[in-house]
């Protein structure tokens, strides 16, 4: 089924939807359902900062270190969010970002939905595993995770219109979840428990 699409951002096509939140909540995974089950093109800002540094990020931290890789990040957030007119991903810590959060809070101005996947860390543990992909989480990935976590909940809230729990639901889930409270009506929407904003 389509999208009802929510208006576009004045300024250039913009993307249907961004999904933030931190390492394991299922953004990328999550984009890319969401992208099959309505046809839309998924774009995901870690994938192109890959790309455009030609290595791996794990490769990024220890060649370059986190600045160089946060400054790739921005610039592939604020590219993909003019750019791209599907769903989006941006790595967990795209958001702290003081000018990615500016973009972002035009982006909603204008329209634009950000939606918040939230999990907890029994859920998001076994998910992340301690592979070395994940260059913020080596050492203690449990302690690393909650104290990340932490510390970017209030961020994750502020910049997302929407928050959706991930807890024990699939990836096919979440985004159903995620593509009935974008087709219901703005009316119905309003007094959804996922479409509330955080803190709301
Ligand atoms: N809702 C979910 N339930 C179970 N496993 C999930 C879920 N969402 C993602 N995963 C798995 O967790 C891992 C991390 O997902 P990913 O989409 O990369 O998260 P993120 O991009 O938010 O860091 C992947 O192996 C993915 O298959
Ligand atoms: O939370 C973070 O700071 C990061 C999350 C990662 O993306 P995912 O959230 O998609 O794992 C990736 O951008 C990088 O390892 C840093
Ligand atoms: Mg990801």
Redesign the pocket.
Known sequence: MPFVRAPHPPTGPGPLLVLV?????G??TVASALGVRCGLAVR???SD?ERRAGKP??AI?VDDGEPA?RAL?RAAVADALAEHDGVL??????V?DATTQELLAGYRDAGGTVVFLDVSLAHAAPR?GFNQ?????LGNPRAQWQA?MDA?RPVYEAVASMRVSTDGLRPAAVAELIHDQLTVAPEQRASSPTNRRPGE
């Open positions: 939140g931190p390492p394991g909540a953004k990328s995901d800002t870690d900062v990020i794990s931290f890789f990040e991903a941006l790595g967990g810590g795209a702290l992340v992909s994940r260059p913020l989480l990340l970017r």
